[in-house]
């Protein structure tokens, strides 16, 4: 039985002082030491504390090694640290450092930065180790099909190129989502831009992020943290967004067309839908009878404004480009 309050250990602000850590600003980094919200080292605390059977984190900056190390031990070796860039990580890593874990299930964590390392077999099995952790990756990860939760305070400057790279990977089922388990995604961003992630038809900041998250995962705002909790305060208060996989995605398979659909139409935002599309038309003639086609079967209110259209009915129209392999103008 795995617990469910870690043993003692030292405060975060103590941790940050023996440590000598402070927020670096090549990373993006501001610390959160209130526990009710989590930070460096809190969401990792907070979610072994939750009674998490399998945590990886992914962390970019190794000054946060030792503390990560510490919480490891606290838990039983529940945690397993990679050290490395989310960005251009091996979902690989990740699962073999979950399997490498004693316990069963996964909560993936991307902390303030990203990511890692694991204790591999001797060389001499090495072929034979990734062979096997290769074949197992398809499965799920324990017998109970349980959720791989990816959980992030994310580096504002990578934030939306994060979330951007999960989501096409998510569509094509590659990396951490081509496992047949569950996986959802909760992840903190600055509260502009999680606003326009969740925002619906109509909203001012609704945007291309809107449309490809909402294309394939239902969206919604979990809660806003004021810039006063972290340290230092930065200019913008920050949101926490909930993703959870559709069952049916509205845009099935890769993400590319329908983010060059939603790139050309938010480029020209204050136009209307009817101007883009003759636009489009003009600009790539091997479209017209597609745009043509699409306006006969009353694909969109001519009228309309970007972002009063629907993540369906840009989802529509992607699809039908996509079938025709036509590529569209992106300015």
């Not at 299930?105 to 034979?128: F, M, R, V, W, Y």
């Not at 047949?180 to 925002?199: D, P, R, W, Y």
């Not at 139409?265 to 091997?286: C, E, S, V």
């Not at 009353?298 to 629907?310: A, C, K, L, Y």
Request: proline fraction near 7%; charge should be neutral; hydrophobic fraction near 40%.
């Amino acid at each position: 039985m795995v617990p469910k309050t870690l043993p003692p250990l030292p405060l975060i602000r103590d941790l940050i002082r023996v440590y000598g850590l402070s927020a670096n600003q090549k990373f993006s980094q501001n610390f959160i030491l209130d526990k009710n919200v989590t930070g460096p080292g809190l969401l990792t605390r907070s979610i072994l504390d939750a009674g998490a059977q399998r945590v990886v984190v992914v962390e970019k900056d190794n000054r946060f090694v030792p503390a990560l190390q510490q919480l490891s031990e606290a838990s039983d070796q529940r945690l397993e640290i990679i050290m490395g860039d989310m960005l251009h990580l091996d979902h690989a890593d990740i699962f073999k450092a979950a399997r490498e874990l004693s316990v069963s299930p996964l909560i993936s964590s991307a902390p303030i930065s990203t990511t890692t390392t694991t204790n591999s077999p001797d060389q001499g099995n090495q072929d034979q180790y990734d062979q096997a952790v290769d074949s197992d990756i398809l499965r799920p990860l324990d017998d109970n099909n349980a959720t791989i939760r990816l959980l992030g305070n994310l580096p504002f400057g990578v934030a939306s190129p994060l979330l951007i790279q999960w989501l096409k990977m998510m569509g094509l089922r590659q990396g951490i989502f081509q496992a047949s388990n569950k996986v959802s995604m909760t992840l903190m961003f600055q509260k502009e831009v999680a606003e326009g992630i969740a925002a619906p038809p109509g909203h001012p900041q609704r945007s291309r992020l809107s449309i490809m998250a909402q294309s394939i995962c239902n969206v919604k705002m979990a809660y806003k943290v004021s810039s006063g909790v972290f340290v230092p305060k930065p200019k913008v208060d920050a949101a926490v967004v909930h993703f959870e996989k559709r069952e049916e995605p509205l845009m099935p398979g890769s993400l590319e067309k329908l983010e060059d659909v939603a790139r050309y139409y938010f480029n020209k935002r204050r136009k209307t839908m009817g101007n883009n599309t003759n636009r489009m038309a003009r600009l790539a003639p091997d479209v017209k009878p597609i745009l043509e086609e699409w306006i006969a079967e009353g694909g969109w209110d001519m009228n309309m404004r970007t972002e009063d259209v629907s993540t369906e009915q840009f989802c529509a129209l992607a699809r039908k480009l996509d079938r025709a392999q036509i590529k569209i103008p992106l300015t």
